[in-house]
């Protein structure tokens, strides 16, 4: 407890992003202060892919998506056909990309494990985690958290917050391994989803996902997702794209409890990637931090910000 | 402590189903047990309506939704032509009723509240809660659950399991007072959902609710409910009627966990209400009933295993 008193954020660089965490934590859990909230109402939610570890040159799902789409095409040969399986099979991320909230690519996620019990579906993501790796940055994928993230789930945990993963990606591809990599339990990931069907198989019950979406949680979904799940306003929320633009104005404007936005910029291309506008990828950021003076919401430049990158 | 340690279930009258409980969680929370099971794994879920609460003459979410039906009409005039809205003005439940989900009950819940923000329907929530009274047992409708159920409530806290409501109401509807009455947070209820939309009005974030049904969490659908929402399997399940069997089957069958199943039935027709098969309201209990003894599900006798019925 000592060290963690000494500073509890130890990858942050002294700065205005780590002294304004610092204060916002003290401020809410300390009993007295003004700005106190109980323990119940601190909940805090996290973006995954581009905030807690990252989405270049594409979001970690997907290269899992692309490696299991050979497996479910020889399953359901039809699915062969599908625009987006060719484009996928093809290398053709561009099109995968295109429209509002990367259907294309939604698609393929679904596609490469409809039919499959959520039992299998986990066991695949675990042995892919164990195998593969990240093609520029050559470690498991797991094993590329931010380590100044990892930090501030302590902290928040320390001071009896519950955080949650919102994230664009899909929730049973998280909750396999978010318990063991982020400490967060499985029911505190809030993600996209498909519809699945229960049936009792050879007696035993399973739940086989399906190709229908049931729900993107991207953009103004965050919001919705959250309230959906979670049933109360967050009191901070953390992202890094205009996907989660919506997120931060839910939790920060009027909100009746002390707030705190923070943006993670990708500003290092040398020990990360840096990117921002132009970017063709999930992490597109340009509204969001336009209205970051406005809103209040720290804005943190990784190179600058952060001494360590991964944990 | 001395009173818990003395008898944790006082409204549980001495019998095969209260040592079953007591059994079943001294085993799976005393470390050295063979049953043992780590706390984040112990997970309980709890249907609502006709477990933790009655549910007749109708659910009580039905005589809210029914209660605000007039002011949703003036607010949308075009209500007044679907059929169900019809039903409800005239009293004939047979109709909302009939179908597999309750269709027309459900229509006419999502109905009463389209087009309000999510807080002024929390808001219609707890003002019907403070002032309606349950046409027979003359109480408001949340000082009517179920003594017996609460101590279960408290027993499963005291062991460190994380208990979920899992029912077929309305996940708005029940999050509005859920820890009050309860004592389980918000963010641990899985129901039904509509669709929310995500606004900036007049500057402040709201979410309007929508007549869109997003998710139905009844019968199939609560296996896959829990999956979504909490993503694991329960090691105990708490139901009433066939609307929770396939959560009775998801819990308990070839689970690799300890597990326990656990049925009310409403014998007690003067403390309470006396239905199983022959009821038209959600309770229908044939085939949950007819598996127990083959799933190891225990039934509790309303009148002959609780001395008090309301807390």
């Known amino acids: 407890m000592s060290t963690v008193a000494a500073d509890p954020l130890p990858s942050w660089r002294p700065g205005a992003v780590k002294e304004a965490l610092l204060a916002f934590v003290a401020a809410v859990s300390s009993e007295g202060s003004a700005q106190f909230v109980p323990e119940s109402e601190r909940v805090a939610v996290f973006d995954n892919d581009g905030t807690l570890w990252p989405?270049?040159?594409?979001?970690?799902?997907?290269?899992?998506?692309?490696?299991?789409?050979?497996?479910?095409?020889?399953?359901?040969?039809?699915?062969?056909?599908?625009?987006?399986?060719?484009?996928?099979?093809?290398?053709?991320?561009?099109?995968?990309?295109?429209?509002?909230?990367?259907?294309?690519?939604?698609?393929?996620?679904?596609?490469?494990?409809?039919?499959?019990t959520t039992e299998a579906f986990a066991a695949a993501v675990e042995a892919w985690l164990g195998s593969?790796?990240?093609p520029q940055?050559?470690?498991?994928?797991?094993?590329?958290?931010?380590?100044?993230?990892?930090?501030?789930?302590?902290?928040?945990?320390?001071?009896?917050?519950?955080?949650?993963?919102?994230?664009?990606?899909?929730?049973?591809?998280?909750?396999?391994?978010?318990?063991?990599?982020?400490?967060?339990?499985?029911?505190?990931?809030?993600?996209?989803?498909?519809?699945?069907?229960?049936?009792?198989?050879d007696g035993a019950p399973v739940l086989v996902k399906s190709l229908d979406t049931l729900f993107v949680n991207d953009g103004a979904g965050k919001p919705a997702g959250i309230h959906q799940c979670i049933g109360r306003r967050p009191l901070m929320a953390f992202g890094n794209s205009d996907g989660d633009l919506a997120m931060l104005q839910y939790t920060t404007i009027q909100n009746p409890r002390p707030s705190f936005g923070l943006i993670v910029h990708h500003t290092d291309g040398e020990r990360e990637f840096a990117y921002d506008a132009e970017t063709r990828s999930t992490g597109r950021l340009v509204e969001a931090l336009r209205q970051s003076p406005e809103r209040g919401w720290h804005v943190v430049d990784m190179a600058r910000d952060w001494t360590t990158v991964f944990a």
């Open 132 to 134: 593969a790796r990240h």
């Open 55 to 116: 989405e270049q040159p594409l979001p970690f799902q997907a290269a899992f998506a692309f490696a299991e789409l050979q497996g479910a095409v020889q399953r359901q040969p039809e699915l062969a056909s599908d625009p987006m399986v060719q484009a996928a099979l093809a290398g053709d991320i561009g099109a995968l990309l295109a429209g509002d909230h990367f259907e294309g690519l939604l698609r393929v996620i679904a596609v490469s494990h409809a039919g499959m």
């Open 137 to 201: 940055l050559q470690r498991p994928y797991d094993a590329l958290t931010y380590a100044p993230m990892q930090e501030v789930l302590a902290l928040l945990r320390a001071h009896h917050f519950r955080s949650f993963i919102v994230s664009g990606g899909g929730a049973d591809f998280m909750r396999v391994w978010v318990e063991r990599v982020y400490g967060i339990p499985p029911e505190r990931v809030v993600g996209s989803t498909g519809r699945t069907h229960f049936a009792l198989r």
